[in-house]
């Protein structure tokens, strides 16, 4: 089953039996009003330039981007939070994939908001054996374009979930990235850019195959 077939399926079972009505109305309105302020549009895309970075993996090492590029391109997907299934699933077929990815000189890292606790949980029950890096505050996200404040009805509802994300992130902002992917090539620019403003939506981890192939070709010429 596809990375999308498996979060369709997981939304309509959600929408249908775990849901009431009235809070499944509150997560589409918020979602199509972020996709009605053209955020995503406006977010880093192929050919721009990557904002560098140094963020601190879940045992407190710092990684930067830097270093990660002098090894190869890099594959970065920014990661909402261990709370958040359709992210689960996400990085589960990233980590899928994580073997293709690596023997195509790249290497592969999240980016959430979330604390380094939570990474290491995330890391830990979803078996990953790439970084989840902590973004506190979210600047690396505003940095890409990606960085979005959750409307009042929202945070209620989150909250009715039992989830504050004001303790779950170590900040009250109350603000999540978009999902997006990216490949960066060892110049430091985009190849590969994939932002949705609705999280229920993700790419394949195969399609990063091609700009990865297609970067290794030119490293080689």
Not at 3 to 11: E, G, P, S, V
Not at 207 to 212: E, I, R
Request: overall charge neutral; glycine content about 8%; some cysteine.
């Amino acid at each position: 089953m596809s990375l999308q077939a498996t979060l369709d399926a997981y939304k309509a079972d959600f929408e249908t039996n775990k849901a009431p009505p009235e809070v499944v109305a509150v997560m589409h309105r918020a979602t199509a009003d972020l996709v009605a302020t053209g955020q995503a549009e406006r977010a880093l895309k192929a050919g721009d330039r990557a904002p560098a970075f140094r963020l601190s993996d879940p045992d407190g090492v710092t990684v930067s981007s830097a270093d990660l590029l002098a090894q190869g391109p890099l594959v970065l997907t920014f990661y909402r939070g261990v709370w958040c299934p359709y992210c689960n699933f996400d990085l589960a077929a990233l980590e899928a994939a994580r073997g293709e990815i690596e023997a195509r000189g790249a290497s592969l890292v999240a980016v959430s908001p979330q604390t380094p606790a939570n990474s290491r949980k995330a890391q830990r029950t979803g078996k990953l054996g790439f970084p989840i890096l902590a973004d506190a505050g979210g600047a690396v996200a505003a940095a890409f374009g990606l960085r979005w404040s959750l409307p009042e009805d929202l945070k209620r509802v989150y909250a009715g979930f039992g989830l504050d994300l004001a303790v779950f992130n170590d900040d009250t902002a109350w603000t999540l990235p978009m999902p997006a992917r990216y490949v960066i090539g060892r110049d430091g620019i985009i190849a590969y850019a994939e932002v949705n403003p609705d999280y229920t939506r993700r790419p394949e981890p195969s399609d990063l195959f091609p700009t990865l192939d297609r970067l290794r070709r030119a490293s080689a010429a």
